[in-house]
């Protein structure tokens, strides 16, 4: 015969069962409306899916597991979405929470379901998403979600399967229905527990000794199978789920333990049922038994509710009457709270409606002073110190509460039940419980908003530490300018005389110095100092240039077109800058100044005796290289979607531009004999340029004002043909530029229609 142990403590409180198993389970019907809240267990609210006006039918998941400890909500019949909103729940607290509300059209439509043929096939993650999708809790409870429960380790040894049915708690007898009335529907949950857990010694159904027709039912139902339907004497609180591990194995769940840490799973007789229903019906949790009793009802029973049915709509079908019922409690007369309203909805974890009259639960006289009977202590089914644990929370001593392992307290209510004085110990451990709660979620809080600032604070310091470097590097800097005899009053002196001269004339003289090689020679130093102030120059003007172009493109300015072509030009200077420096470290890193200065001269050897026609062939190869490599980057531009796209699509076109005035000059030069040319063939570019200026000077002057009015307006058509072109490409690549060019083109088009009307000629 089976060893049961005993627990330390508990109470013996009247019964009062009998009255509610009078007749079998009884439905209760479709409510005009269903409210169904998202928070009906432990973690996360379920989130909506629905939303206001539409239909949904029964069984349809109207809101989804917001996180792995939450379980959906399933709609209990069908209907319309008339609300989501907040109202009131079953809470101690009377709380507001979301709500989905249906109202019910009295067809009860199912959606398309169907149960698992063999849910054996499947493996243990797959069958756990059915009853997590099933929306399935702790039914017995405080409605912990089933798929958490079940989930176990891979590593962990579980060698027992509790199902809980003891249902110890006064009045409440809908696990006893269930037992007496649907115990092949709790063996065959069972069956599919066992799958699950695969438990390596045994598997237990254990139930009070005042159940008898329960317990018939359940052995014969388990004939043939390893489940074991074990009896044990009836005794407050044996329901409670490490009480009841201990009374059936002898083991002790340690204190913020887990029954998996002893190697056991726990589940209730309704949630069993509930899991059944899911893998071989696919039906969701959408009903459950509950009790409705007391003397202030004339019809007491258990009924098959839908979640979501006003508490006043099942209290009907019980015989409420209100003007004899003392205060309605959810739950049983030990563990219950007070209901303020009776439109609240019946939840997953609504095991009782009870509704005593003033006789039969008379309220509690007042308290009196504690008399250290210990009473209370004997009572603790826990084996906490409860009288200890009240002078703490009266004296809001939240860490001796936490001390004296106030969180392993189960709120039963047996220490209460038992004390002489009154007293009531679960409101003062319920408070205490939640005001260190609390207290844990400020804390968390504060810490999180203390490392924000010592995170700010460091910042902070760090910039100052920067800008303290920074400053002590520039005095160490002019101490050591002033330690090598450099007088600042006389370098100011000297810089004054030196702005003194006329740039102008510095300039000239300069030119003049080098074109008659006169000027001294620059220095390997003086050099690599000069590119690289040039390289400087060239990329804080650059970022100058991007900014303003940065700034246009958001107002989208009208000179948008031109700061693109600055910044396209500046990008083009600092990579001529950063390509002539790079070219000058490598040539000077092993060589001296007879390299440089050789290539230097023998470049100038070669440009010098070049003819116009050489350097108009060398300025064609030029555009034709860079316009080969901008159409390059043109085209990794656009297809990587460079926002530079715009800017490199506007400097090639003008590339192009360049290109066919450059072999047009090309073509001129190779046919013609002209004195401009001739004169080009002269070693002396500055002489060049000046005698190509005052030759174009002196053509311009012969022409009559009809030849120039004329050239004028070649030029403008010529100038209005090369904007349409520029447009065209812009729209057919859908470049930014188009409203600019059709701007300028539509400048232009008028100054040549004022021009050819000025000129009399027909357009």
Not at 202 to 218: F, R
Not at 542 to 564: C, F, Y
Request: negative net charge.
């Amino acid at each position: 015969m089976r060893k049961i142990w005993d627990i330390h403590g508990g109470v013996h409180p009247p019964e009062n069962k009998a009255q509610s198993l009078s007749r079998g389970i009884i439905q209760a019907g479709i409510p005009p409306v269903l409210v169904h809240p998202l928070s009906q267990h432990i973690g996360a609210p379920a989130a909506p899916i629905v939303e206001v006006g539409q239909r949904v039918l029964k069984g349809q998941m109207i809101a989804e597991a917001a996180g792995f400890v939450s379980v959906p909500v399933h709609a209990g019949s069908s209907g319309t979405v008339a609300a989501i909103e907040h109202r009131e729940i079953p809470h101690p607290s009377g709380l507001l929470a979301p709500c989905v509300v249906i109202e019910t059209d009295g067809k009860d439509e199912w959606i398309d379901h169907q149960g698992i043929a063999d849910y054996t096939t499947l493996d243990k993650p797959a069958l756990i998403n059915v009853i997590r999708n099933a929306g399935i809790a702790g039914m017995g409870g405080a409605g912990f979600p089933s798929a958490v429960k079940l989930s176990t380790r891979d590593d962990a040894v579980i060698d027992t399967l509790i199902i809980n049915g003891t249902e110890c708690e006064p009045y409440i007898t809908a696990d006893d229905i269930l037992m007496r009335e649907r115990a092949d529907q709790i063996i065959a949950g069972v069956k599919i527990l066992q799958h699950l857990i695969q438990p390596t010694e045994q598997t237990l159904i254990g139930v009070e000794d005042n159940k008898p027709e329960g317990i018939a039912a359940l052995r014969a139902a388990a004939q043939g199978s390893n489940i074991e339907v074990v009896v044990f004497p009836t005794k407050y609180p044996s329901g409670g789920e490490k009480q009841l591990i201990q009374i059936l194995t002898g083991r002790e769940v340690p204190s913020g333990g887990l029954p998996a840490d002893v190697g056991i799973v726990c589940q209730n007789i309704g949630t069993t049922v509930a899991i059944h229903r899911a893998v071989h019906y696919g039906e969701p949790l959408i009903s459950r038994i509950t009790t409705v009793t007391g003397d202030a009802c004339t019809a007491p029973g258990n009924f098959e509710v839908l979640l979501g049915t006003p508490v006043e709509h099942l209290l009907k079908l019980g015989g409420f009457q209100h003007d004899n019922c003392i205060r309605l409690v959810m739950g049983g007369p030990m563990m219950g709270f007070t209901l303020r309203d009776t439109s609240v909805p019946v939840v997953k974890t609504t095991n009782c409606l009870l509704a005593p009259t003033k006789k039969e639960l008379p309220p509690p006289p007042p308290a009196q002073a504690c008399i250290r009977c210990g009473m209370c202590a004997e009572a603790c089914p826990v084996s906490l110190l409860p009288q200890q644990m009240y002078w703490f929370a009266r004296g809001k001593e939240y860490e001796k509460l936490e001390d004296h392992n106030l969180f392993d307290c189960i709120e039963c209510g047996a220490c209460s039940y038992a004390c002489p004085s009154n007293i009531p110990l679960v409101q003062y451990y319920r408070a205490s419980k939640a005001e260190i709660r609390k207290q844990q979620q400020e804390k968390v809080k504060s810490e999180h908003a203390k490392a924000r600032f010592e995170a700010r604070q460091l910042r902070i310091e760090r910039e100052e530490a920067e800008k303290e470097a920074r400053r002590k590097a520039r005095q160490e800097a002019a101490k050591k300018k002033a330690a090598a005899g450099k007088d600042p009053v006389k370098a100011a002196q000297e810089k004054a005389a030196t702005s003194a001269v006329d740039p102008a004339q510095a300039a000239i003289e300069k030119a003049m110095a080098k074109r008659s090689g006169a000027a001294p020679a620059e220095t390997k130093d003086e050099k690599l100092a000069r590119l690289k102030k040039a390289v400087e120059t060239a990329e804080k003007r650059l970022e100058s240039a991007a900014g303003k172009l940065k700034e246009a493109e958001a107002a989208e300015a009208p000179n948008l077109g031109a700061l693109q072509t600055a910044h396209q030009r500046m990008t083009e200077k600092l990579s001529a800058a950063k390509d002539e420096l790079q070219q000058f470290e490598q040539e000077n890193s092993d060589d001296p100044a007879a390299a440089a200065i050789a290539r230097a001269q023998a470049a100038r050897a070669k440009a010098d005796d070049k003819s116009p026609l050489e350097k108009a062939q060398d300025q064609v190869a030029s555009l034709e290289k860079r316009l080969h490599k901008s159409e390059q980057k043109l085209a990794e531009a656009r297809d990587s979607g460079s926002d530079t796209a715009p800017v490199l699509e506007q400097s090639t076109a003008k590339l192009r531009d360049k290109l066919e005035a450059a072999r047009g000059e090309l073509a001129q030069l190779s046919e013609s004999e002209a004195p401009v040319a001739a004169a080009a063939s002269t070693n002396d570019p500055a002489q060049l340029a000046i005698e190509k200026a005052m030759a174009a000077r002196e053509a311009a002057a012969k022409l009559s004002p009809e030849d120039k009015a004329k050239k004028a307006l070649e030029s403008l058509e010529a100038r209005v043909e090369k904007t349409r072109q520029k447009l065209a490409e812009a729209e057919e690549s859908g470049a930014d530029t188009m409203d600019v060019l059709r701007d300028t083109l539509a400048k232009l088009e008028d100054k040549l229609a004022q021009a050819r009307q000025e000129a009399g000629v027909e357009p």
